[in-house]
T-cell receptor, first 114, second 111 residues
Framework: NAGVTQTPKFQVLKTGQSMTLQCAQD?????MSWYRQDPGMGLRLIHYSVGAGITDQGEVPNGYNVSRSTTEDFPLRLLSAAPSQTSVYFC?????????????FGPGTRLLVL | GENVEQHPSTLSVQEGDSAVIKCTYSDSASNYFPWYKQELGKGPQLIID?????GEKKDQRIAVTLNKTAKHFSLHITETQPEDSAVYFCAASSNDYKLSFGAGTTVTVRA
């Protein structure tokens, strides 16, 4: 049971490039989400999904796309990277149901946009 | 949306002393309050959580208290040890499962 895995661990992009951050979980969790972490700002929700085929926007969705074709995977796409997207990105997963709100985080992807 | 404020931003304690971190939230509909510990270069790890129908919860040296009327909750770490040094985040969510995080507290335990 690997939990939540994220790839790559570190990435450098040039402004305007695109890339996909990968997230996978093997706990059969319905709920998955993406957060970005910036100094002094805690973690902010980008997008989330309550199940395969269902996604929705969080607090800071602009510049990011997501899809959820399977229960296990929840990739985050940057279509045209900007320096403001330099951050550490965390994926999280959890069960969906009353009393099951616990979310588990992956190790993160550090992204630098030049 | 939910706004979570966390204090202090940094906390230095002597080994063996207690550490207290406080958070306030704005949305009265919030009903789930987790605390996460983040070590350098790693993802946040859940250490304890509390739901709105409970006032206090303990797990060995860690405890969390919740005051729904005042909309604040606190993390208490007793008998601190060097391995408690990390960044701690509080968070809040309602039935939509979207976590709103505080800005974090950097805890340093001095040997």
């Amino acid at each position: 049971n690997a939990g939540v895995t994220q790839t790559p661990k570190f990435q450098v992009l040039k402004t305007g490039q695109s890339m996909t951050l990968q997230c996978a979980q093997d706990m059969n969790h319905e709920y998955m989400s993406w957060y970005r972490q910036d100094p002094g700002m805690g973690l902010r929700l980008i997008h989330y999904s309550v199940g395969a085929g269902i996604t929705d926007q969080g607090e800071v969705p602009n510049g990011y796309n997501v899809s959820r074709s399977t229960t296990e995977d929840f990739p985050l796409r940057l279509l045209s990277a900007a320096p403001s997207q330099t951050s550490v990105y965390f994926c999280a997963s959890g069960r969906h149901g009353t009393g099951q709100e616990t979310q588990y985080f992956g190790p993160g992807t550090r992204l630098l946009v030049l | 949306g939910e706004n979570v404020e966390q204090h202090p931003s940094t906390l230095s304690v002597q080994e063996g002393d207690s550490a207290v971190i406080k958070c306030t939230y704005s949305d009265s509909a919030s009903n789930y309050f987790p605390w996460y510990k983040q070590e350098l270069g790693k993802g946040p790890q859940l250490i304890i959580d509390i739901r709105s129908n409970v006032g206090e919860k303990k797990d060995q040296r860690i405890a969390v208290t919740l005051n729904k009327t005042a909309k604040h909750f606190s993390l208490h770490i007793t008998e601190t040890q060097p391995e408690d040094s990390a960044v701690y985040f509080c968070a809040a969510s309602s039935n939509d499962y979207k976590l709103s995080f505080g800005a974090g507290t950097t805890v340093t335990v001095r040997a």
